[in-house]
T-cell receptor
C-alpha cells in the first residue's frame, strides 16, 4: 500500500513565478492538508481539502490556493513567488473526514527554492 | 509569547541514555498532544498521541502531558543511533500547531 506521495521532489523557481505542487493521499484517505515547513521550523498549516472543497485555512495569503480532485488527490498553487516561500511543502492525508487529527500521514514533501 | 515553545537543540546524548524532550504551550484549549519524528529529507512520522493529561507508553517511548503546567514531555529509553532525528511536538484544538522541533543526536 503506497503512502502519501508528492511530486516533484525538488523545484527551483524565480521570484514572481507560479508553482503547482501535487499530492496523492494514502489509499482509503479522503482528506488532504498542506503544510509549509521553513528551514529550522515546524510545519505550518496552510489549508485542508475535503470533498473537493477547502474546509479550513491557516494564516496564509490568497497567493496560496489549492484544489482537490474526485480521486482525492490535491494540488497546491502558489502565485507571485517570494523568496520567503522557499520551504519544504508537506502534504498530509487522513481518513473519513477526520481532518486535523493524529491520524494524519505525511508525505516526503516537495522542496521549493525561490531565487 | 508563541503558542508552542520547543528548544531546537541540538541535543547530543550517548547511546543507551534516557532522552527527555519537552514543549510548553500557552493555549489551554489544546486537548490532543502529539509527538512526531522527522528524519532528514523526510516528512514527519507520528510517534505518540495523548488526549488530555496523563501518561502513555509505547515500547521505549513514553509521552507525558501536564495540562496544569501546560507542559508535555517525550522520554526515550535505551536510546539508539537510529533515534537520531528531529522531534516535533504538536497540539490541537481546531487547528494543529507544531513546535519548531528538537534535533537529537545519539552518539554511538
Amino acid at each position: 500500500d503506497a503512502g502519501v506521495t508528492q511530486s516533484p521532489t525538488h523545484l527551483i523557481k524565480t521570484r514572481g513565478q507560479q508553482v503547482t505542487l501535487r499530492c496523492s493521499p494514502k489509499s482509503g484517505h479522503d482528506t488532504v492538508s498542506w503544510y509549509q515547513q521553513a528551514l529550522g521550523q515546524g510545519p505550518q498549516f496552510i489549508f485542508q481539502y475535503y470533498e473537493e472543497e477547502e474546509r479550513q485555512r491557516g494564516n496564509f495569503p490568497d497567493r496560496f490556493s489549492g484544489h482537490q480532485f474526485p480521486n482525492y488527490s490535491s494540488e497546491l498553487n502558489v502565485n507571485a513567488l517570494l523568496l520567503g516561500d522557499s520551504a519544504l511543502y508537506l502534504c498530509a492525508s487522513s481518513p473519513l473526514g477526520r481532518g486535523l487529527s493524529y491520524e494524519q500521514y505525511f508525505g516526503p514533501g516537495t522542496r521549493l527554492t525561490v531565487t | 509569547q508563541k503558542e508552542v515553545e520547543q528548544d531546537p537543540g541540538p541535543l547530543s546524548v550517548p547511546e543507551g541514555a534516557i532522552v527527555s524532550l519537552n514543549c510548553t504551550y500557552s493555549n489551554s484549549a489544546f486537548q490532543y498532544f502529539m509527538w512526531y519524528r522527522q528524519y532528514s529529507r523526510k516528512g514527519p512520522e507520528l510517534l505518540m498521541y495523548t488526549y488530555s493529561s496523563g501518561n502513555k507508553e509505547d515500547g521505549r517511548f513514553t509521552a507525558q502531558v501536564d495540562k496544569s503546567s501546560k507542559y508535555i514531555s517525550l522520554f526515550i529509553r535505551d536510546s539508539q543511533p537510529s533515534d537520531s532525528a528531529t522531534y516535533l511536538c504538536a497540539m490541537r484544538d481546531d487547528k494543529i500547531i507544531f513546535g519548531k522541533g528538537t534535533r537529537l543526536h545519539i552518539l554511538p
